[in-house]
């Protein structure tokens, strides 16, 4: 039975993190053409960590809203693994259609970025952008919740 109760809240908290994932990223590049509309700043990809950030912290509070409770820690990493999945999914749906909606032949871009070197390059440099992004999941997933546990507790100290 934990078993099965574990596999909704992980599909809850991937629901919560892909929501607020997608919301984020158009909030992102919202902000992303105003910048560069209103002020002539291209913020390039600084602003790439935000929507997982956001994502994450909201998956938190969600999580800590329902169960009134921090998530054990094994359980926020492999709620982790499962966001990181979720927002690897996401990223390469939005690259693809990307590509698609500009008609860009992605071997001639990737040939170009990465020159002579094996395709190897790219498979590395993915890994360790998913380890980052899955880091940042983690540690504000864990944020996230503590935050909301916090204010429930404050709220409940208030009360009396």
Do not use: H
Request: net charge positive.
């Amino acid at each position: 039975m934990t078993a099965t109760v574990e596999a909704t809240s992980f599909r809850r908290i991937c629901m919560d993190f892909a929501i607020a994932n997608i919301v984020a990223i158009v909030g992102v590049l919202v902000l992303g053409y105003a910048l560069l509309a209103l002020f002539d700043y291209d913020s390039g990809s600084g602003l790439s960590l935000v929507p997982v950030l956001v994502a994450a912290l909201y998956a938190g509070q969600k999580y800590a809203g329902r169960t009134r409770a921090r998530p054990p820690s094994g359980f926020a990493w492999m709620a982790s693994v499962w966001m990181a999945l979720t927002g690897l999914v996401i990223s390469v749906m939005a690259f693809g259609a990307l590509i698609m909606a500009l008609g860009v032949d992605l071997s001639l871009e990737l040939s170009a970025l990465f020159g002579s070197q094996s395709g190897g390059t790219f498979l590395t440099v993915v890994a360790i952008a998913v380890l980052i992004q899955f880091l940042v999941i983690r540690f504000f997933f864990g944020m996230g919740a503590k935050q909301t546990v916090k204010a429930q507790e404050k709220e409940t100290l208030d009360k009396f």
